[in-house]
């Protein structure tokens, strides 16, 4: 009998041993996709642990890597690292060179290993501010410190024997990675998370994702230095699944097309640029075809699971899904059983009309500080309702303190933030994590997110707004591409707003109108006001927003406006529009 996997780089080595991969990782090179064997990339991380070894690398040293990409190379290094009991600290590549700064000197990282030539730049720029003995990088730029230059350091299998008498004394307690998160606001933290914490949470998780056998593709994009996607590289090793690479978030409709994966992880903000391009697409119809797209999407939008829609329904659906809904689900690649969104909250709409047209959306909870998973919905057993993120994952407890935060207790829980005792002690209490996070408990055991803690605020009235809830609400406009609500300690609350650029433009057209700004253009303005209006009605008095200004520029993740998980940073979205703040609260 296998033994059940203890530390992450276990879970390879039971796909070696349980279903063996011919394509356990695919990718595509000058145009072309290729493939390695699970036996062809176990052999390449044991070179990458041989030519650490090398480097005079020792346990519970840290090595930092940052890939604008997903690649075999990340995985490799990641295997690599961890079997001889070090650590890998993975960075996004949106990061500034200051942060890269900070993060390589607190986190004492030796070596760094960086995907591409633009990478290599910004982390030499302050190279000589750190404590880094060298850089590597994947691509072939400087054949002194590329990927093979590297792995030929590990050529010689003298020093295997050591690779696997380390490989055996790493427990299930120590700390695997520093994964420092992005946040919405201040420095970065570093988390700390152990074998035992992911491990465990990958095992459970498995459990709650409806996918049996070995036989199923899935594509791998969204950022690896986040937990999320970390965490799915982990169960697709344990599940035996090949792995596809998708080119760049650019390219990931083509590569749905080519690769016909049967699952992917998504975030709230892709699904909504997905959904945003479909309707755009329905727009651009004429006459019967129109009017039959739209009539599946409000048919879609209605959608209640476990059959509590009537028979007549379910008629008009059939016919929906074999008109509207499957070109859809081709234009996601044809196979995908469903998806499953986690990061940030998503719109109910999405999950109802994506379900309805067969592709069902899970939402889950879940943060780096919990490794990540806390609760998922799961179609089997009545365990899916929108509007929630599913049932609390098995051996994992949660409860709601006295204030609404969620309170979280279980073997996922961080071993706390690195360098940062006080800030552990605040966040970990009698064994339960504070997420910071806003939620009820339902009766039948689901989980809601209503907000977040830190993030709501009192008006000068004494009223406490949850800009999340009105936010998520606003976004389901297709005008409203990101918004952030404000008025902290002001009289009412209101709303800076980047417009869906293309939408936008594409309306004008309809109208046979031209928008030369669209922070004042009368018509625009009147349009935006009817949104928010139509939101309100499900706001009290005190909520609802009054006022709004749009910004001229589109909020980005290189200009700062996003974490690299498209989540808004309100500190410096404010602090960039600080004369349309005054325009609102002082005019």
Same mark, same amino acid.
């Given at each position: 009998?296998?033994?059940?996997?203890?530390?992450?780089?276990?879970?390879?080595?039971?796909?070696?041993?349980?279903?063996?991969?011919?394509?356990?990782?695919?990718?595509?090179?000058?145009?072309?996709?290729?493939?390695?064997?699970?036996?062809?990339?176990?052999?390449?991380?044991?070179?990458?642990?041989?030519?650490?070894?090398?480097?005079?690398?020792?346990?519970?040293?840290?090595?930092?890597?940052?890939?604008?990409?997903?690649?075999?190379?990340?995985?490799?290094?990641?295997?690599?690292?961890?079997?001889?009991?070090?650590?890998?600290?993975?960075?996004?590549?949106?990061?500034?060179?200051?942060?890269?700064?900070?993060?390589?000197?607190?986190?004492?990282?030796?070596?760094?290993?960086?995907?591409?030539?633009?990478?290599?730049?910004?982390?030499?720029?302050?190279?000589?501010?750190?404590?880094?003995?060298?850089?590597?990088?994947?691509?072939?730029?400087?054949?002194?410190?590329?990927?093979?230059?590297?792995?030929?350091?590990?050529?010689?299998?003298?020093?295997?024997?050591?690779?696997?008498?380390?490989?055996?004394?790493?427990?299930?307690?120590?700390?695997?990675?520093?994964?420092?998160?992005?946040?919405?606001?201040?420095?970065?933290?570093?988390?700390?998370?152990?074998?035992?914490?992911?491990?465990?949470?990958?095992?459970?998780?498995?459990?709650?994702?409806?996918?049996?056998?070995?036989?199923?593709?899935?594509?791998?994009?969204?950022?690896?230095?986040?937990?999320?996607?970390?965490?799915?590289?982990?169960?697709?090793?344990?599940?035996?699944?090949?792995?596809?690479?998708?080119?760049?978030?650019?390219?990931?409709?083509?590569?749905?097309?080519?690769?016909?994966?049967?699952?992917?992880?998504?975030?709230?903000?892709?699904?909504?640029?997905?959904?945003?391009?479909?309707?755009?697409?329905?727009?651009?119809?004429?006459?019967?075809?129109?009017?039959?797209?739209?009539?599946?999407?409000?048919?879609?939008?209605?959608?209640?699971?476990?059959?509590?829609?009537?028979?007549?329904?379910?008629?008009?659906?059939?016919?929906?899904?074999?008109?509207?809904?499957?070109?859809?689900?081709?234009?996601?690649?044809?196979?995908?059983?469903?998806?499953?969104?986690?990061?940030?909250?998503?719109?109910? *709409?999405?999950?109802?009309?994506?379900?309805?047209?067969?592709?069902?959306?899970?939402?889950?909870?879940?943060?780096?500080?919990?490794?990540?998973?806390?609760?998922?919905?799961?179609?089997?057993?009545?365990?899916?309702?929108?509007?929630?993120?599913?049932?609390?994952?098995?051996?994992?407890?949660?409860?709601?303190?006295?204030?609404?935060?969620?309170?979280?207790?279980?073997?996922?829980?961080?071993?706390?933030?690195?360098?940062?005792?006080?800030?552990? *002690?605040?966040?970990?209490?009698?064994?339960?994590?504070?997420?910071?996070?806003?939620?009820?408990?339902?009766?039948?055991?689901?989980?809601?997110?209503?907000?977040?803690?830190?993030?709501?605020?009192?008006?000068?009235?004494? *009223?406490?707004?949850?800009?999340?809830?009105?936010?998520?609400?606003?976004?389901?406009?297709?005008?409203?591409?990101?918004?952030?609500?404000?008025?902290?300690?002001?009289?009412?609350?209101?709303?800076?707003?980047?417009?869906?650029?293309?939408?936008?433009?594409?309306?004008?057209?309809?109208?046979?109108?031209?928008?030369?700004?669209?922070?004042?253009?009368? *018509?625009?303005?009147?349009?935006?006001?009817?949104?928010?209006?139509?939101?309100?009605?499900?706001?009290?008095?005190?909520?609802?927003?009054?006022?709004?200004?749009?910004?001229?520029?589109?909020?980005?993740?290189?200009?700062?406006?996003?974490?690299?998980?498209?989540?808004?940073?309100?500190?410096?979205?404010?602090?960039?529009?600080?004369?349309?703040?005054?325009?609102?609260?002082?005019?």
């Amino acid at each position: 009998m296998t033994k059940q996997p203890t530390r992450l780089f276990d879970f390879i080595y039971h796909q070696e041993q349980q279903c063996p991969q011919e394509k356990c990782y695919t990718f595509k090179k000058h145009g072309k996709w290729s493939s390695i064997s699970t036996r062809y990339f176990l052999d390449e991380a044991n070179s990458v642990s041989r030519a650490l070894l090398k480097l005079g690398i020792l346990k519970n040293d840290k090595i930092a890597v940052i890939s604008t990409n997903n690649r075999p190379e990340w995985h490799a290094l990641d295997i690599g690292v961890l079997q001889i009991g070090a650590q890998n600290i993975p960075l996004y590549p949106t990061l500034s060179e200051k942060d890269y700064q900070y993060i390589l000197n607190h986190s004492d990282a030796l070596y760094c290993f960086v995907s591409d030539k633009d990478l290599l730049e910004k982390v030499n720029a302050v190279k000589e501010n750190t404590n880094l003995k060298g850089v590597f990088t994947f691509d072939e730029i400087n054949t002194e410190t590329d990927w093979n230059t590297f792995l030929k350091l590990g050529e010689s299998l003298d020093s295997q024997a050591k690779v696997d008498a380390l490989k055996e004394s790493v427990s299930e307690n120590d700390l695997a990675t520093i994964i420092y998160t992005s946040g919405t606001t201040g420095t970065p933290k570093g988390v700390m998370l152990s074998h035992k914490n992911i491990v465990q949470n990958t095992l459970v998780s498995a459990n709650a994702l409806d996918l049996t056998g070995s036989n199923y593709r899935v594509i791998s994009y969204l950022p690896i230095s986040h937990i999320f996607e970390r965490f799915a590289s982990y169960y697709y090793h344990y599940m035996g699944f090949e792995v596809h690479f998708a080119e760049s978030i650019d390219k990931l409709g083509d590569n749905l097309k080519e690769i016909k994966p049967h699952f992917m992880p998504v975030v709230p903000r892709l699904l909504e640029k997905v959904f945003d391009k479909i309707v755009a697409k329905g727009n651009e119809l004429t006459g019967l075809k129109k009017g039959l797209f739209f009539w599946a999407l409000k048919l879609g939008e209605n959608y209640k699971p476990y059959n509590k829609n009537s028979s007549w329904y379910y008629f008009k659906l059939r016919i929906a899904r074999k008109l509207i809904f499957s070109k859809w689900k081709e234009a996601l690649g044809g196979k995908l059983k469903f998806m499953v969104s986690g990061s940030a909250p998503l719109q109910e *709409k999405l999950i109802n009309v994506f379900t309805a047209a067969g592709i069902p959306i899970y939402e889950g909870y879940g943060m780096t500080e919990t490794s990540p998973g806390v609760s998922i919905n799961d179609l089997r057993n009545g365990g899916f309702k929108v509007g929630t993120v599913g049932k609390v994952l098995k051996d994992i407890e949660v409860k709601i303190a006295k204030d609404g935060e969620i309170l979280v207790k279980g073997s996922n829980i961080m071993l706390g933030y690195y360098k940062n005792e006080e800030l552990t *002690k605040e966040t970990i209490k009698n064994g339960y994590i504070h997420t910071g996070d806003i939620g009820t408990l339902d009766e039948e055991g689901f989980l809601k997110i209503t907000d977040r803690k830190k993030e709501m605020f009192k008006t000068s009235g004494g *009223k406490y707004i949850a800009p999340a809830v009105l936010e998520n609400s606003l976004k389901q406009s297709r005008f409203i591409e990101q918004i952030m609500v404000i008025g902290e300690s002001q009289k009412m609350p209101a709303a800076l707003i980047q417009v869906n650029f293309d939408f936008v433009q594409e309306w004008a057209k309809r109208h046979e109108y031209e928008i030369t700004d669209v922070t004042s253009d009368v *018509k625009l303005m009147f349009r935006i006001q009817k949104e928010i209006d139509i939101c309100n009605r499900d706001f009290g008095n005190w909520e609802q927003i009054k006022k709004f200004e749009i910004t001229s520029d589109e909020w980005t993740i290189e200009a700062g406006h996003l974490t690299p998980t498209m989540k808004i940073r309100r500190k410096i979205i404010k602090e960039k529009y600080q004369d349309l703040f005054q325009k609102i609260y002082n005019s």
